[in-house]
């Protein structure tokens, strides 16, 4: 179990919320062969009302993983899933509502700590640990509309493409490395 989530327990009132709804639909454990991590903004705090539960996923099969998706969960209210291409790869995505929050359902033929949701939170937490303030200024950001790594480029002077950026910026403070986040 990845230390961000489990922290979730004995955080913030929307973060033990979150854990509660997880641990309730069992989604890490019915997903377990696929290695889900939670990403996001809820894991590292810098949430806002409408923030979802990003659940990343290394998914080899698709096909099984969009059945294995649709037969757990496809009963839920606002269910949908999609097979599209993102970066180059392959990937199903599932959305759906559990107790007051959205889920997102990501899988990709991609190690997940390969996989840009969990680079960028693994970046945007250590960002966020070495600056305090940031947590503030990034989340009245978001706030008025920015995406998180629009807002954290925003605050950071990042020119250009936010996502891309953010991940060089990463790499030149040696927070991941080439292939990822540093262990």
């Known amino acids: ?33 696929y290695t889900p991590v939670l990403c996001g903004t809820i894991p590292i705090g810098i949430d806002v009302d409408d923030s979802d539960l990003d659940i990343v ?8 993983f969009k059945e294995k998706v649709t037969n757990l969960y496809g009963g839920l209210p606002d269910f949908t899933i999609k097979h599209k291409v993102i970066d180059e790869h392959d990937v199903v ?5 559990f107790k007051g929050f959205e889920f997102e359902l990501f899988g990709q033929d991609q190690p ?37 790594e629009p807002a954290f480029c925003e605050w950071l002077g990042i020119e250009g493409d936010p996502y891309e950026g ?6 030149e403070r040696e927070i991941i490395s080439p292939r990822g986040v540093q262990s």
């Open 112 to 148: 997940v700590q390969c996989q840009r949701a969990y680079v960028h939170m693994m970046i945007e937490h250590e960002l966020l640990k070495d600056n305090p303030l940031l947590r503030d200024n990034v989340i009245e950001l978001k706030k008025k509309g920015y995406k998180t």
């Open 93 to 97: 995505k599932a959305n759906f509502m």
């Open 57 to 64: 996923m290394e998914v080899n099969d698709l096909s099984t």
């Open 1 to 33: 179990m990845h230390a961000l989530y489990k922290n979730m327990k004995d955080g913030t009132m929307k973060q033990r919320a979150a854990y509660q709804a997880i641990e309730a639909l069992q989604v890490l454990e019915d997903l377990r062969t």
């Open 166 to 171: 953010l991940i060089q910026y990463g790499g």
